[in-house]
């Protein structure tokens, strides 16, 4: 492996720190979240793997089994999972139109199936509407919103999610 002079090393971390500092990846308060970039991690891991254990996210994410522990105890009198849990039914729910074959998920994990092969015109009219989804193939939308989402952004997108589709079908020329 080729060494590295001090001066090289130095420029690097001089680099992310100050990157990290202008973006405020280590802030208290990530992107307007009000969590910190550990908690936005944890909360991630937990939106989107329900049998991960104490010891898999001290593994996986190097952070401190205490700090875990107190992390996921504040996040438990908060109700966030509840609350998770809650609306990702509300958004399963509120998802279905005739365009929409399935709906299916866990938590705020959501996957839908369309009846024709415009889910990135979809992509495309959410983000025209101020939302990001994900189109993993070209009939299947993917729907990872963070577990703070609340009920009433839930709400704000179903109540776009047919002018949405609409755009997107007629767009692709599948509007019947």
């Not at 609350?83 to 996957?111: F, K, N, T, W, Y």
Request: glycine share 12%; no cysteine; hydrophobic share 45%.
């Amino acid at each position: 492996m080729p060494s590295q002079s001090p001066t090289a090393a130095g420029s690097l971390r001089h680099f992310n720190r100050f990157y990290t500092a202008e973006i405020g990846a280590l802030d208290r308060d990530l992107l307007g979240s009000g969590r910190s970039l550990s908690e936005a991690r944890v909360l991630f891991e937990l939106a989107h793997n329900d049998e991960l254990t104490a010891s898999d996210f001290v593994g996986k994410l190097g952070i401190d089994g205490g700090y875990l522990s107190r992390m996921l105890s504040g996040f438990e009198k908060e109700g966030l999972l509840e609350q998770a849990s809650g609306v990702g039914r509300r958004l399963r729910d509120g998802l279905a139109h005739p365009h929409v074959r399935e709906v299916r998920g866990r938590g705020l994990l959501i996957g839908l199936d369309l009846d024709r092969p415009v889910a990135p015109a979809v992509v495309t009219a959410a983000g025209e509407h101020g939302f990001i989804l994900n189109a993993p193939t070209p009939e299947r939308i993917r729907l990872a919103p963070p577990l703070v989402l609340t009920a009433d952004q839930a709400d704000a997108f179903l109540a776009a999610w047919p002018a949405v589709l609409a755009d997107a079908y007629g767009a692709e020329g599948a509007e019947p």
